[in-house]
């Protein structure tokens, strides 16, 4: 059984969108462009496609390891989760190199540091209206008041609800919660 240890909300799902996709992704941790490639190889054979690869530490590996998984599998997706890693420079300078080699990544997760809200927002804005792809909040994104300053500012796409902290509930519950405070306050995402 696959449990996931946080939920991926679509701010436009908070606010009153539907989706009907669903995607089952697994972790590629930060190795060598060769071990990343095993590990892919040995996911795809377990059934997945999309795989969420950390990144942030160093912007030229990253690509190399995102293009060593890619030649092995063209047709696999990519989540990338830069866990704070980057600067905004150095986010916005992935998002030009994946566009150069035809990588359109489904989520790009966390660019820059948790309290970096312009950096966030900037980078969201240079994701979104350029490359047409969605930045997600995750570090960012620990209390309600976070979630309202980030559909507020437009500051990502994507929040990330962690169960290990709130649980499910306590997710449905904060949903619920954001779902109504932003219809009382009119903030149109
Ligand atoms: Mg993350």
């Not at 539907?18 to 892919?40: G, M, R, Y």
């Not at 969201?124 to 300053?149: H, P, Q, T």
Request: glycine share 6%; with cysteine; net charge negative.
């Amino acid at each position: 059984m696959l449990v996931a240890n946080s939920i991926p909300v679509p701010l436009w799902r908070l606010f009153g969108g539907a989706s009907n996709t669903i995607t089952t992704d697994i972790t590629i941790p930060i190795v060598s462009p060769t071990e990343a490639s095993k590990l892919a190889s040995k996911y795809y054979n377990e059934g997945f496609e999309t795989f969420k690869l950390k990144v942030g530490r160093d912007l030229n590996a990253d690509i190399e390891v995102l293009q060593a998984i890619r030649a092995a599998h063209p047709e696999c997706q990519f989540i990338l989760d830069a866990n704070e890693g980057y600067n905004s420079e150095e986010a916005v300078e992935v998002l030009k190199k994946l566009h150069e080699i035809g990588v359109t990544p489904v989520l790009f997760e966390q660019p820059v540091h948790r309290d970096d809200w312009g950096g966030l927002g900037y980078i969201a804005n240079v994701a979104r209206n350029r490359y047409g792809i969605s930045v997600a909040a995750d570090e960012s994104c620990r209390s309600l008041v976070d979630i309202y300053k980030i559909a507020e500012g437009n500051l990502a796409d994507v929040i990330n609800i962690k169960l290990a902290k709130v649980g499910v509930l306590g997710a449905l519950n904060i949903i619920e919660k954001a779902k109504t405070a932003v219809i009382s306050h009119k903030i149109v995402v």
